[in-house]
């Protein structure tokens, strides 16, 4: 049974362990001298990979201090 823990930051310590089971169980066929089963198994469930999330459309935030106050 895996517990889900949150690391600091947010990260899943689940994932971090079914990205190890993945990899320990790929050099499992590999040793074994299933090389394209092995690299499938690597290959599943690849991620996209991070895209810009800030919209070039938006505009600068309003200032929301009352007038006069300095930072």
Same mark, same amino acid.
Do not use: C, W
């Given at each position: ?13 689940t994932s971090?362990? =079914? ?5 320990? !169980?790929?050099?499992?066929?590999? #040793? ?6 092995? /690299?499938?198994i690597l290959?599943?469930?690849?991620r996209k990979? =991070? ?5 070039? !459309?938006?505009?600068?935030?309003? #200032? ?6 300095? /930072?």
């Open positions: 049974m895996i517990i889900p823990l949150v690391k600091k930051g947010g990260i899943k310590m971090l362990l =079914k990205k190890l089971e993945r990899i320990f !169980t790929a050099a499992t066929f590999a #040793e074994a001298g299933e090389y394209d089963t092995a /690299r499938e290959n599943e469930e690849k990979q =991070k895209v810009d999330r800030i919209s070039p !459309t938006l505009q600068p935030r309003k #200032e929301l201090r009352a007038p006069g106050i300095k /930072r």
